[in-house]
């Protein structure tokens, strides 16, 4: 392609138009292809390229020609810029194009001559013009704005072509100056700034253009020639001076707007003039975003550079100049966002330049001050930001992934917390790239490299011009040795001493409780007094001896810990660990030397005193213990006053700093924590009374009773062992003491958590009645408080009048009375019945309920009914009428005890007085003729006088009621239908119903037959009376208006009636969808909850929404919904999972009853949207967040509209698309409030490549945008960059849709690649700058929202706002709701769980322990708070793979407050698959064990209070650390055990017991029981699901959670979250885990199984089945197994649950052709080999080498770890090989010796004749003669093993020589072998008498001693893997898992073989579907095996 000329260059390109700008006139007919891609383009062209593209695609069918030369001019430009085609892409594309433009060439071109391309152009581009001069100043921006930017093309094109033709069309091309160009394209996001934009309505609000003024005041500031105009601001000139970029400038010039405006809007309430941006305003601002800034200048002790002049006119002007330089180095900091210290020290030095620029400051040399990165374009991001940012780059690349340790690399927090010391001042300003701070490389690395060494070479050049002596001071300086400086204050460990180090006095608590207890047991204490008895309270107080040594160990801890920190640490922070390790060594030696000395001189023990004071001896222990106790005291006294310590952690004055300065280091975070007096003394009182409540649960039932068993072993002495024993002289059987106290010692230190749940459980429910939650828990409590619903409307979501908010708040302050709505309050009602209607109307756009279901729940909105009754929605008053009549016609007795009867139920009065209202309306409407009208008249009439003289009894018949209503149904019905054709019935249903209440009805209906009287005497028939007939027309004289006209009011009213009069189903039953009930319940719940007061939607707080998204699902595609891979598609799912909805959607369509082809035909967008808004879609997530611009619209609608206003309909309002052409319009004015109060960002990063490449989730995102005008994406581009070096070009990019194309708005070029750390936080990071206003709520992709709910946001953003105590929340937790767990039973277990800690758990975490942190979504973030302390999240990689909950340890750690409210509640998706939530459950896990290691918890747990630290602690890592020591007593308990059963321990121990009749020592030996307690853990969910539907609807759903297998759900995930805890604390391997959020339930393959849950739950549950069945074979201990199985039974149900769990819950597991299918595909997966390239499902061999990558990059002491686990194993072989038969109670050690022969034996067989090593043979053969020495039955045995060896070999060479050649012969020959292989076995059991009991002992103790050795080989790996062992290993590790595969398959094939089993499954699997009537056999299946 650089062989390419382009000879003719007349030719030029345009710009897209939309159809309403002009239309172009084709001169070539005839010609119309199809367009060219303009999206799919590469990177490195598209800014230069797309709009060529784009306009020649618009014009493409009204002027071939113009599309055609674009596309040239676009060739043209691509060629120039790339003329070598070297960019990625570039060759493809302009290949592409070319074809296209020769096929065009020849078509479109023109019969005249080549000027015609000129005039052609310049016709068309005259045609905009005009359109652009003539709509100058409209409403219709956008088409306006496109016009502009295709004439903006257009002239560019022109001027390309026209180029030296003549001096015409020169002047046409140079017509329009520079400043007309500039404001052709100007692309916008919520202010249109430029002059064009004046005229919109958001722009004359006068909040906005007094913010616009404020910022466009340039008076007084030292501007240069070219810095002026009408729109040359502060924040131009801040560019001008500092170089920042334009696209950063444009977008926080917008941002910043915004920020005041909303400001100043809520200060218009305290008297301040809207038209001047208000002092108060600035200040709030100006306070909230330098905070951060001024405490750091604080602690660092500098002046802060904030410098306001003494001028009052100027200072509002320079602090907005602060302003802008913030947002303007924030804007465009990209990574180093994640550093605020970071960027407040880059403000600290460019403010100081301003200042200086401002008061005109000279340089001593005479030369005005300027900035030092000022003099290049961009020069602030390349000097500034790109050093910085190489850095951290450079330092994440050491990470390797996640792999690398730790303390090799710094993270943003190290690097960030460089800037918490004076040494940060190093880097001077300009910063010196030299310094040791931009040094990447560490220590250990042999190569020395600079990773700013090309800024260096940059500097350098710089410098040339500079003199001699400056450059060689320079050369000195960069020649000067550098050091890496490590980590900053903290080194991540991979240690479980963290947890110790981070939780110390907690530990230290439950240790010395711990002592006290077995003191207090051993003592025998049954009283309280005995405590001071002299003997007892010496031994008590020897805890402080532990406490000292506890102490010391932390000082150790912390020293160790630190020490790869110790460079980055001043001298006081390293003094003040010596000098703890001194003090805390100190204390160690005194406190024991003094104990030692007061027990040997005490006198205490040999007197006697009168009184037990005088028991207390003085003695020098005592003493020491006093002074040891004098810090504790201070600390206690300083605890009940937090607001001394407050102000003592947070100042600077020198006796403050050095008190808290032993206490805790001085750091910039983590101080002034506390919270007030009254929050302390509630969570205090919780803790003290569980604290007190487990210690003495522990004391009675853990510890007192093992005390006395313990004083019995220990006097037991034993001489007689069974096995040899190693330790015969060790005293007081230690080793059964420890064996019998280490579990419940153990369990000690868990169940605190399990009393954490009891009273989580307790608290959490009072809190939850104190808040009304589920006080409407279904429709039928609905029902009958639906009255109080309008008021409790107004008080809580209508914005009081400026004189009722006073009042409103005093009543909300003790609680409001909600009170039944009355006729007065019509206008108040409206409001209610406007949203009502909304929310219902959103729920039938949502597909949730039918047509006829939303006409039920519709409330009627009318201004001309004649009476201010009330109008309920149908389904309230439904069968009210029929029930009235009933009443009526069987009533006996007077008129005034009936109508007493009917308004005792108001539903059923309001149903009649409707009725009557509407009936007289429609007769009132339908009867025309005067006879008619006078004839009704009169029986209304009648009926009036009746009712008012209380005789409606005595004159009317109620007996004909049921008559005379199935006639008015019959007229209501035909008027409902309105059909011209049945005019005739509806006269003669008329005249029916005039015969029933003249002549059966009326008493004296004579008078009404009198009326007619007058006009006819004839009396012979009456109705031949009449001429004509009565309610017949005649011609010229109608008597009814039949059919109705076009009246709407009158059709509504008819429905209403016809549905009253008709409908059968109660309220209970209306509406019949789940969802739908439950959201109405819950939003009728929370208006009568406390909530703040809502304000007026222009003075509420604005806040963004933003959206994570990378390549999760945007929309499912057609070919997804059909998917032929799967055996059920999604459309199919979705339709038998929501048959309700499949139904709503096709009556909404129009297509009830279609088939779905034809729905795939006619309807497949919508077909797409309803399937991918029941998934996890980034769609119905998208729908869900854009209800809030929805329910702000109508929010500010009731706030600007008039009465009359809200009686029309709303809908109309907002589609009035001729008056939105006013900016003064409602509508627009609207949309106005609407845009200034919320943005959604979406973030997605992968856009823009998905964009070039043509993927089609960017047309889906597009599609989006264009569906919500209002929506923005935020995504990356990488572009190359072609010249010397090719290197690539990152962008932040903001667009838009404009005429379904996307816009570009902001571009702001970033220092590099931003994804260095985690992916989610950095994807947030870079989309973050296009937020906007004071709060930002996370939102995840696989989440919703919904109309009622969205309606809260104004009152939840006023939490801001309202008084919280102390400080004001920066975190408001809200309440999420699971909406995925529908039909399966794992969803609804999820579903529960989930619910439980999003509830209940947040809600006790919030208060009373105020610990509660960010733990996702969808929480609302202070945005102001957190954009200048780092950020939303956390990005390191590994150390925050979890990032939301380290915002919140952040947001606390700095002083922030995260409340919780639980009135609103969003949408949240979880998984619904066990794999898939195991995988979920992993990467948690993996999250927390990093946050273990983290400086956050370590931190968190230092700096909290005592009580505070518990709550931190059990909430987070503590919950899963008691996990895993569950888990760790259960193998403690089996271990002990077994030492104890095979020792002979428990033997000897019992016997003695027996003979001593000592029951207690049988229980001691049982004393894991306590461990079962962990089920109470599952306490919250009960309780929750019991306060929010009832408690006998938790009870029953508890029962049946229990049957459908939820323990074993709960169960399993429990070993899920302890492997992966302890595995990642100690190996590391944390990493995200896609779990897919799919929505059709298939079945996994049995390797899939087997890959996912091999080592975290099959391995251990063979280990404990082992450790069960040799318990179970020796145990001696217990006469009958109802003992054992009473302690067991949990163990047991464990073993099953951890093995066979994931085949119940697989879908299908039991289907017995499923299962031949698993059983073919293990055999493939487990055979085939694995190579490079291999994955893990398609060979054992990739899996395993896979499974061992943490190992690979495990330290030292983690591998020693793995080999000291190991050794457990050996423990059976040990122990069982003495208890053999064959061993003849021989107890020699040569015994276990020899058993380890016959091990390697084993091993040798495999290994050698296996892998071709023959010669390994005789060398065996040779040690087995040797044996041969000793007795016969050893002799025996060598033979035996010798003849064994034999036959292995000549298997081995018969497979060789004969396998392949005479297989018969070969066959034949593993038939001898195998007959005398059985020959072997026959001798050994009659010669050495080795019983079938022995083969089953020597499995038990071999197969453990394999694995230990495979898990030592893995952990020694290097040092064996070039050896020749390692083949053995791997077929060692093969044989074990083919052999755990098989034992786990044969009982699933055996189950599977019974139908009934695969049945059972499903049943209990999809109980939920049943009980709906759902078709779930069809989904099952699963996935098709190809073919």
Not at 1196 to 1213: G, P, Q, R, S, T
Request: glycine share 6%.
């Amino acid at each position: 392609m650089s062989e390419i000329v382009v000879a003719d260059s007349s030719y030029g390109g345009s710009s897209s138009s939309n159809a309403s700008r002009p239309i172009t006139r084709s001169r070539t007919v005839g010609y119309v292809p199809e367009p060219f891609d303009s999206e799919k383009l590469p990177q490195f062209l598209i800014s230069e390229v797309r709009p060529l593209l784009r306009v020649a695609n618009q014009l493409e069918k009204e002027n071939p020609r113009v599309a055609h030369l674009c596309r040239i001019q676009a060739f043209v430009k691509a060629h120039t810029k790339d003329p070598n085609s070297s960019a990625r892409g570039v060759r493809q594309f302009k290949t592409a194009l070319l074809q296209r433009l020769e096929q065009d060439e020849q078509a479109t071109f023109p019969v005249w001559k080549e000027t015609s391309n000129a005039r052609e152009l310049e016709s068309v581009y005259h045609m905009y013009k005009e359109y652009i001069l003539k709509h100058e100043g409209e409403e219709n921006r956008e088409e306006l704005l496109d016009a502009r930017a295709t004439a903006a093309v257009l002239s560019e094109v022109l001027r390309a072509i026209t180029s030296g033709t003549g001096p015409l069309v020169e002047v046409l091309a140079d017509g329009d100056d520079n400043e007309e160009k500039s404001k052709f394209d100007v692309p916008y996001n919520i202010l249109p700034l430029d002059r064009g934009g004046s005229h919109q309505a958001i722009m004359q609000f006068p909040e906005i253009k007094a913010a616009v003024a404020a910022l466009r005041n340039i008076r007084g500031l030292p501007l240069e020639g070219n810095q002026t105009g009408t729109s040359f601001d502060l924040l131009d000139w801040l560019q001008c001076l500092f170089k920042f970029q334009k696209g950063n400038v444009d977008n926080q010039r917008e941002h910043l707007i915004l920020l005041l405006a909303n400001i100043h809007v809520r200060q218009t309430n305290k008297g301040v003039s809207m038209s001047k941006l208000g002092e108060r305003a600035v200040d709030e601002l100006v306070e909230k975003l330098f905070e951060n800034y001024t405490s750091w200048c604080k602690f660092l002790g500098r002046k802060s550079n904030i410098r306001l002049p003494s001028v009052k006119q100027e200072v509002q002007q320079y602090k907005i100049l602060y302003m802008g330089l913030y947002l303007l180095i924030w804007g465009e900091a990209s990574n180093v966002r994640f550093m605020p210290e970071c960027l407040c020290y880059i403000f600290h030095h460019m403010a100081y330049e301003l200042h200086g620029v401002l008061c005109g400051h000279v340089t001593p040399t005479g030369e005005k001050v300027k900035p030092a990165y000022g003099e290049e374009s961009e020069s602030f991001l390349k000097n500034v930001i790109t050093p910085i940012y190489r850095v951290i780059y450079e330092e994440a690349q050491k990470n390797k992934n996640g792999v690398a340790d730790h303390s090799k690399w710094r993270n943003y927090d190290d690097l960030n917390e460089y800037f918490w010391s004076l040494e940060c001042f190093q880097l001077g300003w300009p910063m010196r790239l030299d310094c040791d701070f931009f040094y990447v490389q560490s220590p250990n690395d042999t190569q020395v490299k600079n990773s700013c060494s090309s800024f260096m070479a940059a500097v350098k050049k710089r410098k040339k011009e500079e003199k001699k002596d400056e450059e060689m001071m320079a050369n000195i300086e960069e020649n000067r040795r550098q050091k890496w400086l490590g980590k900053t204050n903290f080194v991540e460990i991979r240690s479980f001493w963290h947890l110790f180090r981070s939780f110390d006095r907690m530990w230290t608590f439950f240790i010395l409780a711990l002592q006290v207890m077995i003191i207090m047991a051993w003592h025998g204490m049954e009283s309280l007094w005995q405590f001071f008895d002299a003997t007892v309270l010496e031994d008590i107080l020897s805890i402080f001896i532990t406490s000292a040594v506890l102490k010391l160990v932390q000082a150790i801890l912390e020293i160790v810990f630190t020490w790869k920190a110790r460079h980055t640490m001043d001298f006081f922070q390293r003094l003040r660990h010596l000098l703890k390790l001194l003090v805390a060594v100190a204390w160690t030696i005194i406190l024991p030397v003094c104990y030692a000395a007061s027990q040997i001189n005490s006198t205490c023990n040999g007197k006697r005193y009168a009184d037990w004071i005088g028991e207390w001896c003085i003695s020098s222990y005592m003493v020491a213990v006093a002074l040891y106790l004098v810090t504790n005291a201070v600390g206690m006294v300083l605890f009940f006053v937090p607001a001394i310590t407050r102000y003592m952690e947070t100042s600077n004055r020198r006796v403050c700093t050095i008190l808290s300065w032993w206490a805790q280091p001085r750091l910039y975070v983590g101080r002034g924590m506390q919270e007030n007096l009254l929050p302390l003394l509630t969570y205090t009182s919780f803790w003290v009374l569980l604290l007190l409540t487990k210690i003495m649960f522990s004391y009675h039932f853990e510890i007192k009773p093992l005390v006395e068993p313990t004083k019995q072993i220990m006097s037991i002495s034993v001489s007689k062992y069974e096995w040899h024993e190693l330790f015969p002289k060790v005293k007081s059987n230690a080793g059964a003491i420890i064996a019998v106290w280490s579990p419940v010692i153990l369990v000690y230190f868990m169940d605190t958590q399990i009393w954490y749940s009891i009273f989580c459980t307790i608290v959490g429910g009072a809190f939850g009645v104190l808040r009304h939650l589920g006080e409407i828990r279904t429709l039928g409590m609905l029902r009958s408080r639906f009255q109080l619903l309008p008021s409790a409307f107004s008080v809580r979501l209508v914005p009081p009048s400026s004189k009722n908010v006073q009042k409103r708040r005093l009543k909300n302050f003790f609680w409001p009375k909600f009170h039944k709505v009355s006729e007065n309050e019509k206008n108040g009602f409206a409001k209610f019945a406007l949203v009502w209607n909304k929310i219902i109307s959103s729920l039938r756009s949502e597909d949730l309920i039918s047509n006829r279901e939303t006409d039920l729940m519709t409330i009627p909105l009318s201004s001309d009914l004649s009476s201010g009754l009330v109008r309920w929605p149908v389904f309230l008053l439904a069968t009210e009428f029929s029930t009235a009549l009933s009443m009526a016609r069987d009533f006996v007795g007077e008129d005034e005890n009936l109508f007493k009867k009917i308004k005792k139920n108001s539903y059923m009065y309001c149903a009649v007085k409707e009725c009557y209202e509407l009936l007289k309306n429609i007769l009132d409407f339908l009867l025309v003729g005067d006879l008619e009208k006078r004839v009704v008249s009169k029986i209304q009439s009648e009926v009036q006088t009746s009712i008012c003289r209380s005789s409606l009894l005595l004159d009317f018949k109620m007996s004909e009621l049921p008559t005379l209503h199935a006639s008015f149904i019959e007229l209501v019905g035909l008027l409902f239908e309105n059909k011209a054709c049945h005019k005739d019935k509806v006269v003669k249903v008329l005249q029916d119903i005039f015969e029933v209440v003249t002549k059966d009805m009326m008493i004296h209906g004579s008078s009404v037959l009198e009326l007619l009287s007058k006009v006819e005497k004839d009396e012979k028939s009456f109705f031949k009376k009449v001429e004509p007939e009565l309610f017949v027309s005649s011609p010229g004289s109608p008597a009814i208006r039949f059919p109705f006209p076009d009246d709407k009011p009158m059709k509504e009213q008819t429905k209403r009636l016809f549905l009253m009069l008709t409908v059968k189903e109660t309220a209970l039953e209306i509406p019949m969808n789940l969802e739908a009930k439950r959201r109405i319940s819950f939003f009728a719940t929370s208006l009568f909850m406390d909530m703040p007061m809502a304000p007026k939607v222009r003075n509420m707080l604005s806040f963004s929404v933003m959206t994570p998204h990378y390549m999760e699902e945007v929309k499912f595609s057609m070919d997804e919904l059909f998917s032929s891979q799967e055996a059920v598609s999604i459309m199919f799912y979705m339709q038998k999972i929501y048959p309700d909805e499949w139904t709503n959607f096709q009556e909404r369509e129009g297509c009830l009853g279609c088939e779905l082809d034809e729905l795939i035909k006619i309807k497949p967008e919508e077909l797409r949207n309803w399937a991918s808004f029941r998934g996890q879609t980034l769609s119905r997530t998208v729908r869900g967040m854009m209800y809030y611009r929805e329910a702000l619209k109508l929010q500010a609608f009731l706030d600007m509209a008039k009465d009359e206003e809200i009686f029309e309909d709303y809908n109309a309002i907002e589609r009035g698309h001729d008056k939105k052409n006013s900016p003064r319009s409602l509508s627009a004015q609207l949309d106005a409030i609407a845009d200034m109060k919320f943005t959604h960002v979406i973030s997605c990063q992968m856009f823009g490549a998905q964009k070039s490449s043509g993927d089609p989730h960017a047309q889906d995102i597009l599609d989006l945008m264009i569906r919500y005008p209002s929506l923005r994406v935020a995504y990356v581009e990488e572009k190359e960059e072609i010249g010397n070096k090719h290197q690539k070009i990152y962008s932040s990019i903001l667009v838009k849709a404009v005429n379904n194309l996307d816009q570009e708005i902001y571009r702001v070029k970033l220092p590099g690649p931003p994804n260095i750390g985690e992916g989610k936080p950095e994807n947030q990071n870079h989309a973050i700058i296009f937020t906007r206003g004071d709060a930002v709520q996370t939102i995840d992709m696989n989440q919703d929202n919904s109309m009622e709910e969205a309606l809260k946001i104004r009152n939840v953003l006023q939490e801001f706002l309202r008084n919280h105590g102390l400080r004001s929340p920066t975190i408001l937790g809200l309440r999420e709701h699971i909406f995925t767990g529908s039909v399966a039973s794992l969803a609804w277990f999820m579903s529960y769980q989930e619910t439980s800690f999003v509830t209940i758990g947040q809600r006790v975490l919030a208060n009373p322990l105020r610990v509660r942190f960010h733990y996702g979504h969808p929480d609302l973030f202070d945005r102001v708070f957190h954009l200048t302390r780092g950020g939303i999240s956390k990005a390191s990689k590994t150390i925050n793979l979890t990032e939301d909950v380290f915002a919140g340890f952040n947001s606390t750690l700095r002083r922030g407050y995260v409340t919780y409210h639980e009135y609103i509640q969003i949408g949240k998706g979880r998984d619904v698959g066990l794999n898939q939530i195991s995988k979920f459950e992993a990467k948690i896990t993996n999250g927390n064990s990093e946050q273990s290691l983290s400086r956050d918890i370590y931190r968190l747990g230092c700096r909290f209070d005592f009580f505070r630290m518990l709550s931190c602690y059990f909430t987070t890592v503590g919950f899963y650390f008691n996990s895993l020591l569950s888990i760790i007593g259960i193998y403690v308990f089996l271990y002990g055990q077994l030492y104890l059963i095979l020792s002979g321990l428990e033997r000897a121990f019992l016997l003695e017991a027996r003979m001593q009749n000592i029951d207690s020592l049988e229980t001691a030996l049982a004393s894991q029981s306590f461990i079962q307690l962990g089920l109470l853990t599952g306490l919250p969910m009960v309780m929750e699901i019991g306060l929010e539907r009832g408690f006998f609807t938790a009870f029953k759903d508890f029962i049946l959670m229990q049957l459908q297998l939820a323990s074993v759900f709960f169960t399993f995930s429990f070993g899920t979250r302890s492997h992966y805890y302890g595995r990642t604390i100690l190996h590391g391997g944390a990493k995200y885990r896609p779990t897919g959020r799919k929505v059709v339930v298939s079945h996994a393959s049995f390797t899939e199984n087997y890959r996912l849950y091999s080592r975290s739950h099959f391995v251990k549950g063979f280990e404990l089945l082992l450790l069960l069945i040799v318990y179970n074979l020796f145990r001696r201990s217990y006469m009958s197994g109802v003992t054992y199985v009473l302690i067991t039974y949990f163990i047991w149900f464990m073993v099953a649950t951890w093995l066979f769990a994931p085949f119940l819950f697989n879908p299908s597991g039991f289907n017995w052709g499923k299962i031949m299918e698993d059983w073919k595909d293990w055999n493939n997966w487990i055979k085939n080999e694995g190579n490079i390239g291999v994955q893990q499902d398609k060979s054992w061999e990739s899996w395993w080498e896979d499974e061992q990558n943490h190992l690979r990059h495990s330290g030292m002491n983690a591998r020693i770890h793995e080999i000291l686990l190991s050794l457990r194993f050996f423990l059976y072989q040990y122990g069982l090989v003495y208890h053999l038969d064959i061993s003849h109670d021989n107890k020699n050690f040569p015994v276990y010796l020899l058993s380890w022969l016959v091990i390697a034996a084993v091993f040798l067989l495999v290994k050698g004749p296996g892998r071709g090593e023959f010669g390994v043979g005789p060398n065996f053969c040779h040690i087995l003669h040797k044996v041969t020495a000793f007795k016969t039955q050893t002799r025996v045995f060598a033979l035996a093993a010798q003849t064994f060896y034999l036959h292995v070999m000549a298997i081995n060479v018969g497979r060789q020589r004969l396998g392949s050649s005479i297989p018969f012969l070969f066959r034949f020959l593993k038939a001898v072998l195998f007959l005398g292989v059985l020959a072997v076995i026959i001798t050994l059991c009659l010669v050495c008498q080795l019983s079938v009991m022995d083969l089953v002992v020597c499995c038990l103790a071999f197969i453990p001693t394999g694995w230990g050795l495979l898990l030592i080989a893995q952990a020694v790996r290097p040092l064996i893997e070039d050896s020749g062992l390692w083949n053995l290993v791997l077929v060692l590790a093969q044989s074990y898992d083919y052999g755990m595969g098989a034992a786990l398959f044969a009982p699933v094939a055996i189950l599977a073989w019974l139908p009934i089993i695969s049945a059972f499954q499903t049943r209990f699997l999809f109980n939920e579907a049943y009980n709906r009537r759902l078709q779930i056999h069809p989904i099952l299946p699963g996935k098709k095996k190809k073919m």
